[in-house]
């Protein structure tokens, strides 16, 4: 961002060789289509729009070109200061989650390897300061939009819309259940996402991945109705299964067996959408006295009614 206060970028990809190319690229197209002596050496400030790998882990190696500050929100700052804390924290919610989901032992393994804290992978980072939902940064304004991630920001400037990764043109963002990870879930995103519904002036979302978003009432329905077919989706496969099930059970029916990272996909896909259910009222615990009595019970659901 420039003519917004220092120069300023916001996000750093993920720090593999391509991402951080593109990063360069992008300032390259700066100086030459645009006519701005822009280069990185000059960018005062790096704000990350959420503290998932592939949006804050090009910072190391852009740090070493840049004596940029670096913000994000405060809900997702632990992740980039104490990302190894953080990591073995995620890692045990997901497991606990697994298990609680009736994942059988041996996939368990494969979903948390794909997953998982490994080798790698980014090391802490500084943040300088902490943004906040409605602050002003010469011209930025934050606006805090939690459920893909606990601190998720969009960031506004003039009728743009910096979207990170809560609204994309083609991709309904993946969701957490907030028994893994606080301040996420369906409840918050779905909330979040009609708070920049209403937002006004902005005319165009540049989401972290994939086209530009020009119609973003119309993109906010879409993806409403794909969270609505989903659930839909969900209460049907209960109310056709002759048993209680898991959420393991019912995201092989929904999406079909997956392998790895996609497996990790779609159970806490799912999952978030039973937990969504399940606090508005409409599922219902069939095995209580297991889930009363055992150290750790799988839970199984049917329909409240």
Request: with cysteine.
């Amino acid at each position: 961002m420039l003519d917004a206060g220092p120069p300023t970028l916001i996000d750093a990809g993920s720090g593999e060789d391509e991402s951080i190319r593109h990063v360069l690229q992008g300032l390259e197209a700066v100086r030459t289509e645009f006519h701005e002596p822009v280069r990185l050496s000059d960018v005062k400030r790096i704000l990350i729009t959420h503290a998932h790998i592939d949006h804050f882990g090009g910072l190391r190696e852009l740090l070493r070109e840049t004596k940029a500050e670096v913000a994000v929100h405060a809900l997702d700052s632990r992740q980039m200061t104490a990302y190894e804390e953080r990591a073995v924290l995620a890692n045990r919610a997901l497991a606990r989650f697994l298990r609680q989901a009736g994942v059988e032992p041996e996939r368990q393994t494969e979903v948390l390897r794909a997953f998982g804290y490994g080798a790698g992978r980014p090391r802490s980072v500084p943040v300088d300061f902490l943004l906040a939902d409605g602050q002003e940064l010469e011209g930025l304004r934050v606006v805090h939009t939690p459920g893909h991630s606990p601190g998720h920001v969009c960031i506004a400037v003039g009728d743009i819309l910096i979207s990170g990764d809560h609204i994309l043109a083609r991709t309904v963002p993946w969701q957490w259940p907030e028994s893994v990870a606080a301040h996420t879930g369906l409840s918050h995103y779905l909330d979040s996402l009609e708070k920049v519904r209403r937002l006004g002036g902005i005319e165009i979302a540049l989401g972290g991945h994939e086209p530009p978003v020009r119609d973003i009432p119309k993109r906010i329905g879409q993806i409403w109705d794909t969270h609505q077919r989903r659930l839909d989706r969900l209460l049907e496969i209960l109310g056709k299964a002759a048993r209680p099930l898991t959420v393991s059970e019912i995201t092989e029916r929904m999406y079909s067996r997956q392998e790895g990272f996609h497996a990790m996909l779609a159970l806490t896909d799912v999952g978030a959408r039973v937990e969504y259910l399940d606090q508005r009222g409409q599922l219902a615990i069939a095995n209580l006295d297991e889930v009363q009595s055992q150290r750790e019970p799988v839970y199984r659901y049917r329909l409240a009614w």
